[in-house]
C-alpha cells in the first residue's frame, strides 16, 4: 500500500529541495545593494505623500480574510454543478442537491455571524 503513495512523496520531497536550492541560490547571487532610494515608497513615480509606512487597521484585514474565505468556498458551486448531471443519471440528484443546501446553508450561517458581530462594517 506504501508503494501507491512512492511517487507523490518523491515528488513532494523534489518540490521541496527543489525550493530550498533556488531560495539559497537568490540570497547567494542576488544583488545586496541597500541603498536610501530602494528603502523609498514607490506610488506610480510620484512623490509619495505622507510616510511610506502607515498603520492599517485590523478591519482591513479582517475583511480581507472573508471575502477570500467566501470566494473560496464560492468556488465550489462550478464543480458541484457540472457533477450534477451526472449525479441525476445515476439517482443520486436529491442527494448532491440536499448536500448543496446543507453547505449553503452553513455558508449562510458564517456570512450572518460576522454580519452579526459587525465584521462587514467599515467605519
Known amino acids: 500500500m506504501t508503494s501507491e503513495y512512492l511517487p507523490l512523496a518523491i515528488l513532494f520531497l523534489f518540490a521541496v529541495i527543489l525550493a530550498f536550492i533556488v531560495v539559497a541560490l537568490g540570497h547567494l547571487f542576488g544583488p545586496k545593494r541597500n541603498t536610501q532610494r530602494k528603502a523609498a515608497p514607490y506610488e506610480s513615480g510620484m512623490q509619495p ?45 436529491p442527494f448532491a442537491l440536499v448536500e448543496m443546501a446543507v453547505f449553503i446553508a452553513i455558508l449562510l450561517v458564517g456570512y450572518f455571524y460576522a454580519w452579526k458581530k459587525g465584521a462587514l462594517e467599515w467605519e
Do not use: H, M, N
Not at 487597521?57 to 474565505?69: G, P, Q, T
Open 49 to 93: 505623500i505622507g510616510p511610506g509606512t502607515r498603520r492599517i487597521s485590523v478591519r482591513f484585514y479582517l475583511v480581507a480574510v472573508l471575502f477570500i474565505l467566501f470566494d473560496i468556498e464560492v468556488v465550489f458551486f462550478l464543480p458541484w454543478a457540472v457533477v450534477l448531471s451526472g449525479f441525476a443519471k445515476i439517482g443520486w440528484g
